[in-house]
Nanobody, 123 residues
Framework: QKHLVESGGGSVQSGATLRLSCAAT???????TAWFRQAAGKEREGIAV????????YVDSVKGRFTISRDYDKEYTWYLQMNNLQPEDTAMYYC?????????????????WGQGTQVTVSS
């Protein structure tokens, strides 16, 4: 059974840094590992994905500030390094995994999700 658990969220001031982690069990290594976020009253938005070859894609709003990475050493974990956080980054952040051959930032392509971790950025 696939199980994903996020951690690392919190409440920070504008300009701060956070690193989110997603610890996954029961999923094969590689494939598509992604981060999404959902702000209050808005649809879930794909923000970063890393594919089985290590290729990455980002939504324009986080390019240059956020970095997705993956670690196979101990357990299957992926990260989202978030620098220069802004109030518009406030949202619930979710990690997701997919065995699709093409790694997209569309939520409907992912069937395995964590429970979410809240990030709140104040000005």
């Amino acid at each position: 059974q696939k199980h994903l658990v996020e951690s690392g969220g919190g409440s920070v001031q504008s300009g701060a840094t956070l690193r989110l982690s997603c610890a996954a069990t029961g999923v094969p290594s590689g494939w598509c590992t992604a981060w999404f976020r959902q702000a209050a009253g808005k649809e879930r938005e794909g923000i970063a994905v890393i594919d089985g070859e290590g290729g990455t894609k980002y939504v324009d709003s986080v390019k240059g500030r956020f970095t997705i990475s993956r670690d196979y050493d101990k357990e299957y974990t992926w990260y989202l390094q978030m620098n220069n956080l802004q109030p518009e980054d406030t949202a619930m952040y979710y990690c997701a995994w997919s065995s699709d051959e093409y790694c997209s930032l569309r939520a409907d392509n992912y069937k395995n999700w964590g429970q979410g971790t809240q990030v709140t950025v104040s000005s």
